[in-house]
Each structure stands twice: as C-alpha cells, then as structure tokens.
C-alpha cells in the first residue's frame, strides 16, 4: 500500500497533479501501524458480511474483536486519544446496525420459526435480552391472531365447540410460546413473568 501511494505520489508530481493525493492521509500514511490495518480490514469485513446477510458470521467476528480488542472492553475506561474512540463509535455503530438487521428479519411477516429463533439468540447474545423476549412474545401473539382469524367463520356451524376451540388455541400458543422461551432465553424469572403476563 506505502509502495502505491509514493508511486501515485511521484506521477502526481511530475504531471502536476498533488491535491489529490493528499486529501486521504489514511491511505497514503507510511505510518500505519498494525493495530489500524487490523481495524480497517475488520470494519471493511464486518460492511462485506452485513451487505451479504451473513448475520451468524458478522456476530462471531464482532464478538470476537470486542473479547480480543483492549479498546472495546468495557473495563478499560482510560481511552483519552480520539483514534480509540473513534473506532470504538464505530464499531458500535456496526453492532447497532446488526441489532437492525436482526429486528427488521424479525419483523417480516413471511419469516419462520428457525430464522425467527436464530434472530432472537443472536439478539440476546447482543445483549439485548428484553427486545428478544418482546419480539418473540409479538410474534407468537400474531399467530394466535391468525389462528383465531382462521377459526371465527367456523364457529356459526360449530356453536358448541366455540369456547372449547378457542382456549385450546390460546392455551396451546402460550404452552409453545413458553417452552420456546426457556430454550432461548432459560429459566430467568424475568423472561417467565412477562410470558405469564
């Protein structure tokens, strides 16, 4: 990349043309150490995988360079250089548009349970718990409105097993919604109080 830049360098200024080449000192920088090569190809893997959908993979190298990364641990509260914070808001933001991509697969209305499950873990490993919990409780609370929807024009022929059908709709969505949330999120007292809620 050094090699490069002299050489663009060089023809700039036998033709001429320097104002180009100084404008993006990142590039051109013989100074680079390795630690801000290292960023820079993690970020520009992280942008590959976020455009191809890869979520699984995007998740595994973030979180592996948050665990490897001194300046992402939360325990080292001393960065003081703005180039540690800039790539720590950075780096935030790519995991910030992962928890988007994960909520907006939640969101289509054509998703299955096993992408539905897969988005949810990812999200709880993200941290983010709760919104899981809430996304999974939204989804199962439309399918039992499908149901629902599904059975009412039924019910003028079948008077007498309206009641009877109807809670068994219910109580079997909740009986799933709740073995499905302990194997995401387990056993919390949390996660089990806002189900029987």
């Known amino acids: 990349m050094t090699g490069v830049c002299r050489e663009l360098e060089e023809w700039n200024r036998v033709n001429g043309e ?9 590039v051109c920088d013989p100074l680079l150490n390795e630690a801000e090569i290292h960023r820079m190809a993690f970020l520009e893997i ?18 592996a360079e948050e665990k490897s990364s001194s300046e992402l641990n939360d ?7 703005t180039e540690i914070s800039s790539y720590k808001y950075v780096f935030l933001k790519r995991k910030t548009m992962l928890e988007d991509q994960l909520f907006e ?35 199962y609370g439309s399918r039992l409105l ?7 024009p039924s019910c003028s022929i079948y008077e007498e097993t309206y009641s009877v ?19 995401i999120f387990g056993d919390m007292p949390v996660y089990t109080n806002r189900i029987v809620q």
Do not use: M, R, W
């Open 18 to 26: 320097t104002s180009e080449v100084e404008e993006d000192p990142l």
């Open 165 to 183: 059908t109807l809670s068994k709709l219910v109580f079997s969505t909740i009986l799933l919604t709740t073995k499905e949330s302990g194997l």
């Open 46 to 63: 992280i942008d590959v995988l976020f455009a191809e959908h890869k979520v699984e993979e995007a998740l595994v190298g973030l979180d």
């Open 105 to 139: 697969a939640t969101e289509q209305p054509s998703v299955g349970i096993c992408e539905l499950k897969k988005a949810l873990s990812a999200l709880l490993q993200l941290g983010k718990g709760p919104l899981a919990q809430q996304l999974l409780l939204k989804a």
């Open 75 to 81: 325990s080292e509260k001393n960065t003081s250089s």
């Open 146 to 152: 499908k149901k629902i929807h599904g059975y009412l």
